[in-house]
């Protein structure tokens, strides 16, 4: 079979023709259809993560696609895969035939697209966990988005919008502004210092623009950080942000994954009747190497998935 393979960390990735898996107990034998490039892959590939599988290995976290073998599942299963180490703690989904273990793996109904079967765990589960779980985000709230057409920003503005806040949404330009959903009220990124007072915040950029946008996060508010695109390191001055009196709360979605997975029916429903959209770009599995350039470009916008080429 084809795969993708890590020979060096950070090197660019190449395809090998390596052996297919072979059935075995507590184990899933899926054929992939859809592959996810995401910011946990390029974070291993890259070397900053805390682990990564002996190399050379398969990248690859999330994925969907056909069941071929598996004593859990029947064969011809449609199923969405994430989690039991995959592409951390050993070989991962991006190949041909992905070697899973069971708790890994979920069906997935046959109105979802296997792209956005591959695709939508991480930024919806990611947005539903911070707004429910870790901000606790109020109906007639205010919420601030960074972000926001980004793959999790533009989540946490939907579904912050169903929640019934007032949401802020931090948009590049006014182009930008003029996709958001209604309801949201666009901030520039250049106007952050204008936005109104808010009681909670999701910021999925970081660096800087996190630091920037804490001000207007109310005294006894919560400002909930779920990326660092614009820079890993975060400097506060210490005696404003001790005045501002607001909650600075991380998300480790490898902690939460429970909360994450059990939100994922109502997810998968909005998914399918409209609403909820994420956008979803293809790359030919040969095209590895491209989709991990993509994601790491600021302003992108659609999930990055690896279709298979036959």
């Not at 075995?24 to 990564?52: K, Y």
């Amino acid at each position: 079979m084809k795969a993708v393979r890590v020979h060096a960390l950070g090197v660019a990735p190449r395809i090998d023709v390596i052996e297919a898996p072979r059935p075995a107990r507590g184990r899933t034998i899926v054929e992939m259809q859809a592959a996810t490039v995401g910011h946990i892959d390029r974070t291993v590939w890259s070397g900053n993560f805390v682990q990564h599988p002996p190399i050379p290995y398969i990248p690859g976290v999330e994925a969907a696609g056909i069941v071929r073998s598996s004593e859990r599942f029947a064969v011809g299963d449609r199923v969405w895969m994430r989690g039991g180490g995959l592409g951390i703690g050993h070989d991962g989904t991006w190949c041909e035939w992905i070697d899973a273990p069971d708790e890994a793996i979920e069906e997935l109904p046959d109105a979802v697209s296997m792209p956005l079967g591959s695709a939508f765990f991480s930024p919806c589960a990611l947005a539903w966990v911070a707004l429910h779980e870790v901000a606790r985000v109020q109906p007639g709230e205010h919420l601030l988005v960074t972000g926001a057409r980004g793959a999790v920003g533009s989540i946490a503005v939907q579904l912050g919008l169903a929640l019934g806040a007032r949401v802020h949404a931090v948009v590049r330009d006014a182009g930008q502004a003029q996709t958001l959903p209604a309801g949201a009220t666009p901030v520039l990124g250049d106007r952050l210092a204008d936005a109104a007072a808010c009681d909670a915040r999701v910021d999925t950029v970081g660096g800087s623009v996190l630091a920037a946008a804490l001000p207007r996060v109310v005294p006894g508010g919560r400002a909930v950080r779920v990326g660092h695109t614009a820079g890993q390191d975060l400097l506060l001055e210490l005696p404003t942000f001790l005045q501002r009196d607001a909650a600075l709360l991380p998300v480790n979605m490898m902690r939460r994954d429970a909360a994450g997975r059990s939100a994922v029916p109502e997810l998968l429903a909005r998914l399918v009747d409209g609403r909820l959209s994420l956008d979803v770009k293809t790359f030919a599995l040969h095209e590895a190497d491209g989709a991990l350039a993509c994601i790491a470009q600021r302003g992108h916008r659609a999930r990055a998935v690896l279709v298979p080429t036959h």
